[in-house]
């Protein structure tokens, strides 16, 4: 089994501010992609430390927390946004062309992100690849709306394509069914269907400290640029077994049929547009945050204990803190002038239980005596 490899590509590490060439080209290369693998780190928070609105891990050292006094994020911060590229040569040729990108957000401001990332999301002509990704996009959105405002976050990614769905279905399971409970992790994908062994060491290493290692940058890039090669050997079956249709097809039918799309002889070629809207049509889903999503999953439990006032009620009582109506003390309705008054009914109950049980045992007692004498 093979180490991974450098990816076969240059990897741009993309810091500073919207001027810089980095930037420009990822912007460039998020327009013009067919299909975008996505993964994101953030550092590792333990159980119950809270979450810290810190502004040089929001992307914009400069500006004062008063100005817009953001709400501290209730999710990890993402620190480093990883984005594969796959899209047409342009220059005439057969292949495609792919640039993987390493975006560092606690360097490169996130008002500059937001609108090109949101459109991209949304973008329904370009699949979007990703690995468990709804998490990632629930940390992103939480980044992004702490540092530029509550309506600046992400809530739906479409169409999207999760990796674990094209494990299995190259593992021959059946689509009808539901998928196996247990998860296969990344690396384990990697390792089984590429043949290449994904190193997990940095997988939790501080992903805000600054500079960031080689070893840190190749681990990133690599999560993201093997799920276009995951995504290849999808496409290659999809097409062996003349699933693709062709255009006019897909307008008048959303099934496939087996006209089969010839693809580019390239290793890893993207096939032809006609191709991957097949995929698209029949195979990608989508990824959509609800307002459940937004809350940490403690504040979900808390309010799974909470009982609603008039569940399993006949009346609708109002349970204040306050008693309402008389005291159960007053001589009107029992009592004696006394507080006490509930101790005593609670005494007498007590009593009357406890006798009723020595009834109930001296009668077996008598019973067992009467049939072991006759």
């Known amino acids: 089994m093979d180490h991974a490899p450098a990816p076969p590509f240059a990897v741009h590490l993309v810091t500073g501010g919207g001027s810089s060439s980095g930037i420009a080209l990822l912007l460039r290369s998020l327009a013009a992609a067919r299909v975008v693998a996505l993964d994101a780190e953030w550092k590792p928070r333990r159980r119950g430390s809270p979450a810290a609105a810190d502004p040089a891990a929001l992307g914009d050292d400069t500006t004062p927390a008063s100005e817009t006094s953001p709400a501290p994020p209730k999710f990890p911060t993402v620190t480093l946004l990883q984005v594969a590229c796959r899209f047409s040569d342009g220059g005439g040729g057969e292949g495609e062309r792919s640039e993987v ?7 490169v401001p ?3 992100l937001w609108a090109p990332l949101r459109e991209l999301f949304e973008r329904p002509e370009t699949l979007k690849l990703g690995f468990r990704f709804k998490q990632d996009l629930v940390y992103l959105s939480s980044t992004f709306s ?4 509550c309506d600046s976050g992400f809530d739906r990614v479409e169409p999207f394509l999760d990796v674990t769905n094209i494990y299995y279905y190259l593992k021959g399971h059946d689509r009808q069914k539901k998928l196996p409970k247990e998860t296969k992790s990344l690396a ?3 390792e089984e269907l590429l043949g290449i062994l994904l190193s997990k060491e940095l997988q939790c290493s501080d992903w805000s400290c600054r500079p960031l290692s080689e070893g840190q940058i190749q681990y990133a890039a690599s999560d993201a640029y093997y799920l276009l090669d995951i995504f290849d050997l999808f496409q290659k079956r999809i097409t062996m077994e003349g ?6 097809e897909l307008t008048s039918d959303r099934h496939c049929s087996s006209v089969v799309i010839e693809c580019s002889s390239s ?4 096939c032809s547009g006609s191709c ?4 698209v049509t029949k195979y990608s889903e989508k990824i959509i945050l609800t307002e459940s999503d937004a809350k940490p999953r403690t ?3 808390k309010e799974k204990l909470k009982i609603p006032a008039n569940a399993k009620r006949k009346d609708n009582v109002d349970c204040s803190s306050e008693w309402q109506g008389p005291p159960p003390w007053d001589p009107s309705i029992g009592g004696d002038g006394y507080p006490k008054f509930l101790c005593d009914v609670m005494g007498s109950i007590k009593s009357n239980i406890q006798g009723r049980k020595n009834i109930i045992n001296t009668g077996c007692q008598a019973l067992e005596i009467s049939i072991f004498s006759w």
Request: glycine content about 8%; charged content about 15%; hydrophobic content about 45%.
């Open 101 to 107: 990108f390493v975006v560092d957000l606690l360097s």
């Open 110 to 112: 996130l008002a500059d």
């Open 146 to 149: 702490a540092a530029l405002g």
């Open 188 to 190: 384990t994908i990697c």
């Open 243 to 248: 699933k693709c249709s062709s255009t006019t």
């Open 267 to 270: 290793g890893y070629g993207i």
């Open 276 to 279: 991957l809207m097949s995929i």
């Open 299 to 301: 504040s979900r439990r």
